[in-house]
């Protein structure tokens, strides 16, 4: 059986139905209101959103919604994150629970605070 390549979240939500999919535009809202000027791209064929690099990929599954806000995002929250399950790379919500909004929002909000400070720190090219 071949794989769908997404090409865009727009493409990647509609496969969705139910609470999956409630989930899914829910997460959408949250990412994009904590980092409105991101670009939404398709990455390892997941949504992600970008600002000077990746700020944090999400998917869709049977029982649960992914959120993979890299490495350093995990490590930073992972206190507030024993009501879930995780590991070094993701966190998994629940599709019996509302989505945890400001957590995700603060996720969201430290990664771009991340990223732009490793851009600023990059030295210009043709200067």
């Given at each position: 059986m071949e794989r769908v390549?997404?090409?865009t979240t727009d493409e990647y939500i509609?496969?969705?139905?139910?609470?999956?999919?409630?989930h899914l535009k829910k997460m959408r809202s949250i990412v994009r209101k904590a980092a409105p000027e991101a670009k939404e791209v398709i990455s390892y064929n997941m949504p992600a959103v970008f600002q000077d690099g990746v700020l944090v990929y999400y998917a869709g599954y049977k029982n649960h919604i992914g959120l993979y806000p890299t490495g350093s995002g995990i490590e930073y929250f992972k206190e507030q994150f024993a009501d879930y399950k995780w590991s070094k790379g993701a966190?998994?919500?629940p599709?019996?629970?509302?989505l945890p909004e400001?957590?995700?929002t603060d996720i969201v909000r430290f990664r771009l605070t991340e990223n732009r400070?490793?851009?600023?720190?990059?030295?210009?090219?043709?200067?």
């Open positions: 390549k997404f090409e509609a496969t969705f139905s139910g609470d999956v999919l409630r966190i998994q919500f599709l019996d629970r509302p400001q957590l995700i400070e490793k851009a600023q720190l990059k030295p210009k090219k043709g200067k």
